[in-house]
């Protein structure tokens, strides 16, 4: 299914540029190392990343030697995600101590909202516009019940730049603002936030920072250590492509007295509560998933992680270039290398949502649409497998459901 080159849509833009047929020839071979069906046009990372089958096949070995002894097996890969910590620990930033494997970010924001010990009657949590609907309701119901209100600034999509970010987050502050929580990279728009910047401004108010850094491991060079924020949650079955199931949550240390355990189990003690041991075993749960972590890390460094977030923004500029060539389209994301990778939001025009579904399930194409206001709303997040001309044949789908 390679485009041919030279050749137009009817809504009149090149398919593939040189420059990315030539990169497309080192890509090539990297499709095969997932699951995906040839026919699949999967433009969906940015809700669920599909694992290379080595990680899928560590899992799935992890599963079953887990399963033929589980009394002496369940304490083997205790070491096991011992050890996957040291590894994720050193690739994210991150001391082991300072944080735990959960199961994905909206627990781990959870974790968070219902754990906080500074947030009560009378005091504010600041937010953004931006922010992923799952966190958006564990604020609110938070809020319900610990009696603080929330008070959101709105980023304009896109930004003029990152000082402009600074400046509104900064103005939004008041005496009450006890918390702020935003995202690293927001699932909306793919805006990357000044995360250091706006961390320093609020903590020169005593401002405590909870950061959603859902899409931010595997897409970009993390270190979170550096970031200055208080509390920060990451995926690992996104862009860094581990096992569906596995995320962590990363407190400071001079944070972690601020936040009771969400759930209490063997590792709590009355008298002598630490971090790791309120969060770090909540019962039984599934050791195999966490423990092939480790192997999504070595796939990626075996591309090299520079390669990856450079190919991720190659292949974004495609689709800004070809998608906000569609006539009436507007760009979510900017353009500016700081502030954007992977993942592009457009606003294309209100396209008939029965139309569109069709076109796109005609050609087996998976990607994050739905009706605005005023637009309709598609997010294209893309990586190491994709092709240019699985972008061109999205451009193919929305020219023809805007044709009728």
């Not at 205790?78 to 735990?100: C, H, I, N, P, S």
């Not at 003029?160 to 699932?187: M, N, P, W, Y």
């Not at 969060?279 to 092939?292: D, K, V």
Request: hydrophobic share 40%; proline share 5%; glycine share 8%.
């Amino acid at each position: 299914m390679e485009a041919n080159p030279g050749t137009r849509h009817s809504i009149g833009f090149s398919i593939v540029s040189a420059h990315l047929r030539r990169v497309a020839v080192e890509w090539s071979s990297v499709r095969g190392q997932f699951e995906l069906p040839d026919d699949l046009v999967y433009l969906n990372n940015g809700s669920f990343g599909p694992s290379p089958k080595v990680v899928l096949d560590a899992a799935t070995a992890y599963l079953r030697q887990v399963d033929a002894n589980p009394g002496e097996m369940l304490s083997v890969y205790r070491g096991k995600v011992q050890e996957t910590k040291t590894r994720l620990g050193a690739y994210a930033g991150m001391a082991e101590d300072d944080f735990v494997f959960i199961t994905n970010v909206t627990v781990g924001m959870n974790m968070v909202s219902r754990g906080l010990r500074n947030l009560g009657e009378g005091d504010e949590l600041l937010t953004t516009n931006l922010e992923y609907g799952a966190v958006d309701n564990a604020w609110e119901f938070a809020a319900r019940h610990k009696g603080f209100e929330i008070r959101r600034v709105e980023i304009p999509s896109p930004p003029d730049d990152a000082e402009q970010i600074v400046s509104l987050i900064r103005a939004g502050f008041t005496k009450r603002t006890r918390v702020l929580s935003f995202s690293h990279i927001s699932t909306k728009t793919g805006l990357i936030f000044p995360v250091a910047e706006i961390c320093a401004a609020a903590r020169e108010r005593g401002i405590v920072t909870v950061v959603d850094g859902a899409h931010a491991p595997g897409m970009i060079p993390l270190d979170v250590s550096s970031l200055g924020c208080d509390f920060y949650a990451g995926n690992c079955h996104k862009w860094l492509c581990a096992p569906k199931g596995t995320a962590f949550l990363w407190s400071h240390d001079a944070a972690q007295a601020l936040l009771d355990p969400f759930i209490v189990g063997w590792g709590w003690e009355r008298d002598n509560e630490t971090y790791l041991g309120n969060f770090e075993n909540p019962g039984t749960h599934c050791l195999a998933l966490p423990a092939a972590v480790a192997h999504a890390i070595g796939y990626q460094e075996s591309i090299g992680r520079d390669v990856i977030a450079a190919r991720g923004r190659e292949l974004a500029s495609y689709g800004r270039a070809v998608i906000g060539s569609i006539p009436g389209t507007r760009i979510l994301t900017p353009d500016n290398p700081a502030l954007a990778n992977s993942l592009t939001a457009f606003a294309l025009p209100l396209i008939d949502q029965e139309r569109l579904a069709a076109e796109l399930a005609t050609r087996r194409i998976v990607i994050p649409n739905g009706p605005r206001e005023d637009h309709t709303w598609l997010r294209l997040s893309s990586h190491v497998y994709n092709m240019p001309w699985e972008i061109d044949l999205l451009a193919e789908a929305i020219g023809a459901a805007i044709a009728g």
